[in-house]
């Protein structure tokens, strides 16, 4: 109980994949193989962000669904660590990507593709987030750092179109994003409810 | 209601298992006749292509790699002709073989 509550657990917890997708950044070098390695990592990478923007996106709503459950109580206390490690993953995602493009003209010749666009987007926003993500921020702010952090909203829609854009097939990002989709129309529901009576 | 829900994802889940993307479908062909890995990454080596790897999909071979003009790309192409069919730079399709003609 203690250690579920320590926050360097969940830390500990939300870094270990990146630790074993840095471990297999190191190993997989430069070479022909390397290539394929990357493509895995920067899919790997991607998707571990989007899927925390998931459930950064998902606490609010099911703290509506499910008021009295202590889980997600401890979950909404926790949220920023989950935003903190989407923005993370999309670091080292946007790494393994520049390391694999290797020069800026590179980048910068495919910059204009909608692919490509929406993931710049997307990670550009969440600097601000990650930022502002911390006590000292958040204290200091006041009122205005509620209204900065609903930039996640663009974030994740332009996250979203990045997924559905680059990756053959959309399920998967529709799976991630369709949960949280219906989890925001029933939290709507629920809080228009109490006008109707 | 969560529950449903969580039955929801589970069935699109393994609706979406091992298929096809969907991306570009080749005509049927005999997977004796298949050009082999090597074949199919030296040919394209020859045409001034860098290949990082393939798979098979929609019964194509399907590289991914550097085309002639240095664009990071995934091409799918005719299993037993070696021909391109289709390529794709980061999801924006750049050359279909169905335009081409």
Not at chain 1, 86 to 112: I, N
């Amino acid at each position: 109980m203690e250690l579920r509550d320590h926050p360097h657990t969940l830390w500990g917890l939300l870094t270990l994949p990146g630790i074993g997708f840095l471990l297999l950044w190191l190993v997989s070098g430069n070479d022909s193989m390397g290539r394929s390695g990357t493509s895995f990592l920067l899919h790997q990478t991607g998707e571990m962000s989007a899927r925390m923007i998931v459930v950064a996106m998902a606490i609010s709503p099911m703290r509506h669904i499910l008021p009295s459950s202590d889980f997600w109580l401890w979950m909404r206390r926790r949220r920023r660590y989950f935003g903190v490690a989407a923005f993370g993953y999309a670091l080292l995602h946007t790494a393994l990507y520049l390391a694999d493009m290797g020069s800026s003209d590179a980048v910068l010749a495919e910059v204009a593709l909608p692919g490509i666009w929406t993931g710049w987007i997307a990670f550009t926003l969440l600097v601000p987030l990650a930022l502002t993500s911390n006590d000292a921020m958040l204290f200091r702010m006041g009122r205005h750092w509620r209204r900065l952090q609903r930039l996640t909203y663009p974030a994740a829609i332009a996250t979203l179109a990045h997924w559905l854009l680059i990756h053959d097939g959309a399920a998967a990002a529709l799976v991630h994003f369709g949960l949280l989709a219906a989890l925001q129309v029933l939290r709507l529901l629920k809080t228009q409810k109490p006008k109707e009576i | 209601m969560t529950r449903s829900m969580i039955a929801m994802m589970l069935l699109s889940l393994s609706a979406t298992g091992a298929q096809a993307t969907g991306r570009f479908q080749c005509e049927a062909t005999d997977r004796a006749t298949w050009l082999s890995e090597t074949q199919v990454a030296e040919k394209l080596t020859a045409a001034g292509w860098q290949v990082s790897h393939m798979k098979e999909d929609g019964g194509c071979w399907e590289v991914y790699g550097t085309d002639p003009e240095n664009r990071r790309v995934e091409a799918y192409l005719h299993p037993v002709s070696g021909d391109v069919q289709l390529v794709s730079q980061r999801g924006t399709i750049i050359f279909d073989i169905r335009n081409a003609n």
